[in-house]
Structures are given as C-alpha cells and as structure tokens.
C-alpha cells in the first residue's frame, strides 16, 4: 500500500470514526457505501485489527480503534497543516527570499523594492545581505542568494536581469575645489587631480568601469587612496585629501561641506541590474522580479 493511498484510507477511517454511520460518512466522502466499506476492510486488514463494530443498528469504535483515532488525529492535522505550508511557498505567499545588494542600491533600490514586496507578500521572511557585485554572481551561480542588486551589464547566459537604474556619475569635492568652479566637468579635468576611490578588493567592478571610461578619453587617474566604504571615501575627501567619483544615487547623503558636480561626458554612467537564475521556478523569486520590474517601469513613464 502506497503512503497516498494509506492516507485516504485513514482520512475515510476519521469520516467514519465521526459520523458513526457508514452512509452519511460516504456521502461526506462522495463514495459508494461498498467503497466505504471496502477501504475500513483494507486498512483494517493492514494494521492487523478491527476498528469498528458493526450491527445492523449501529456502528462504535473499538477500544482499539478509538486509541487508533487519537493517536492520528494529531499527526494528520500536522499532515495537512504541512501541505497547506508547502501550497503557500508554491505559491510565493510564504517562504524565504534572499535578497543581495551592493553599496549603490543601499540607498534606495533595495530598500524600495523590499518595501513594496513586503507590502504584497507579507507572509515570507526576507534576508537581505550586503556582496559586491561579483560575489553575487558567485553566490547566485551557487544557489545561496536568490536576487541580487548589482552593477550591470549582466552578460552570463545563466542568468536573467532587468536594469533598474542608470546613473550619472559625478566628482564629489571639498567645496571650494576648482572643480566646483568650472563651467562643466569633464573627464580631462581630472586628469592631474588626486583621486580617492574604493578598494579593488570592494569595488573591483565599478572600478573596472571607471578605468575603462577614462581609459576611452586618454586619462588615466591618479588614485591615491583607496578605501573600503563609501564613509571611508567621502571622510578622505572631506580632509582635503583629493575628489572621488560617485553615481548620483549617493549623492543626497553628502555632507554640508562637500559638493557634487555631474561629468558631463557621454557614457558617463553606472548601471544597476536586479538579477536572479534564470532557470528559478521559485514563485517568490518571479513574483519579486516582477515588482522590481512593474516599479521601474512606473516611474519611467
């Protein structure tokens, strides 16, 4: 006997054990009163003794097939409140989602996208945790996030993605720097200034970005220093220790005494992607990609 079909013959024995009357139990059932009968004579035969007694009057549990009922009673419950459980994560309405961010979607990407899921599917747990964008393509290969906010383009086969945003870039400096004071930036005007960025070991792939963008109009920045937080970044420039280059996504959060400037140069901009394995079938996964997605096509219009 199959575990499925011992549990329509236990769930027909619970019918039976309540109603106590083998006709309204298999109109309860929508079986045949033979069939009824038929499945208590075939799990009586499989636990190996009798569950009711039958007159032509009326039917009463055994001693035996009284201790049978309570004892299952709780692990059938447990059963069905599984399979309601399982039917909700199917669904996206519970479950666990693992969301992975970088620094530039700290601001307001990630906390957005999280704030109008949560609106919808309040019932499943969210992780967030902070990865650079090329450890989330490793942890995302790897199945140990489910999303991720990260610098795009996203080009890998196994992976689907949708741009949420793209952001200038800007100089940020001290106020008073002489780049304040220009009529536009442009990429040479960096050219002989200090630069502080992020450290490679954080920031490798805006960094890559960066060089290749002033790389294509002949400059190369003197970096001078480099450190691993964006609070790092920012304090050095605040001592007067040189510029740093930023998308304007962060910019809001600059303190009084510093100042950006947009880089007026084509291409001068960073894109964001939420990405995700494109061969998920999670519905919590669909479901969040597609509110991303739904919210960014909203306040493109």
Known sequence: MSNLEGLDLIRSFFVVAEELNFRRSAERLHLDQSA????IQKLEHSVGFALFERTTREVVLTPAGRAY????????????????????????HSGTLTVAYMTFAAVELMPQAVAAYRRQRPHVALRLR?????????????????????????????????????????????????????PEVRAEDLAEEAVILGDTAEWEFYRWRLDDLFGQNGVALDVQFQASTSIAILGLVRAGLGVTILPECLIPALHSDLQAREIRQEGFSIETCLAWRRDSKLKTVLDFVDIVAGATEAQAR
């Open 36 to 39: 009824l009968t038929r499945r």
């Open 69 to 92: 009922y309570n004892d299952n009673r709780r692990l059938l419950g447990d059963y069905d409140r599984s399979v309601e459980a399982a039917r909700s994560i199917s669904a996206g």
């Open 130 to 182: 902070y990865v650079r964008t090329q450890g989330q393509k490793i942890l995302l290969a790897n199945g140990e996030i489910d999303v991720g906010f990260m610098l795009g383009p996203i080009e890998h086969s196994d992976f689907g993605s949708v741009t949420v945003s793209d952001e200038k870039l800007c100089i940020v400096a001290r106020q008073g720097h002489r780049l304040l004071d220009l």
